[in-house]
């Protein structure tokens, strides 16, 4: 048998198999549209779903930047079937680039050292910002500490809920961190705090956190100024990395000595804050893609808006870059083989 022809054979068998695994219902209910973050597993089986298919393209004759274009145009019409046709399916983007980055790994695997590791680092990062419990069993919780290097609070702590469960100043019971660990599935957590505000320290205050009892936070309330920073424990966390760090400029620019309510809810690839009192109504959001992935290695303060948006960007590029050269640079050489 050609080798042609075992290539065409081999492409229509995998563009079988991708039906099959893609467009089969999975229950009598419309799935939708999520943008909640897949696990590393569903990534990766949504790599080596299309590597095979980038493979046979490439023994074709396909050029890898058409690769890239065929993967991305099948990838986007199986999206679309499975949000309007397919019940029990859900149409993810994540899902797109996972597909279109296994079909191009297939298509330049010669190039491939650099180049995947990178971009797959990049595509994973944006479920690793998902919080997620620590393995511990029994939490502290922790209203406006001293730690070292930290400015005390000038104002007044006056309630603190994870989860929807109060939250005192003391360690808590196992029954307690069972039910905020409950709320985890699927995961998100959602932490508010009560309190009065006090004049904005120079340095940065703790405002109020739940510890996991072994050094770590599960989520903690830090003020810097008239900022805002949150950091919590993601999936990134439990595996070596960093804690993600989220700064609101200017939320808690309020009036000194009101009732303030403090409440993030992060989950869905989503980060929300609101601050709320008599008199004002600030409200922050973030949308924890996979160009956001650098929180998991930034060592420092969480930057301002304008640094987060340069930082987000050098992160996109030097994970995506290499990728983008190999696909060029294969290109333009085999232009220049059949020009020969």
Known sequence: MSRPRT???LALAVLAGIAVATLTPGSPTRGGWSIGWPSTA??????LLFLPLGLALRHLGVRPLQVLVLAT???AGIELTQFLVVPGRSASPWDLAANVLGATAGATAPGLALALPLAAAWLVSGPLLAPVAPPSEQWWGQWAHPFAGTTPFPGQILDVRFNQVPTADVEL???ETAAMRAGFSPPELIFHVELRTGRPASGRSHLASIADGQGGAVIAFWQRGSALETTWHARGTALGLRSPAVRADDLLAVPDSVAASLATWIGDGHWFTVAEGAFYDRRAGLVLGPW???R???PLA?????LAWLLSLVWTGACLAPLGVLLVSSGMSRRRRRGA
């Open 73 to 75: 145009l099948l990838s």
């Open 302 to 306: 969480p930057p301002g808006e304008w």
């Open 292 to 294: 956001q992935g650098w």
């Open 173 to 175: 019971s196992r029954s």
């Open 7 to 9: 290539a065409r054979l």
């Open 296 to 298: 998991l290695l930034w």
């Open 42 to 47: 569903d990534i990766a089986v949504n790599l």
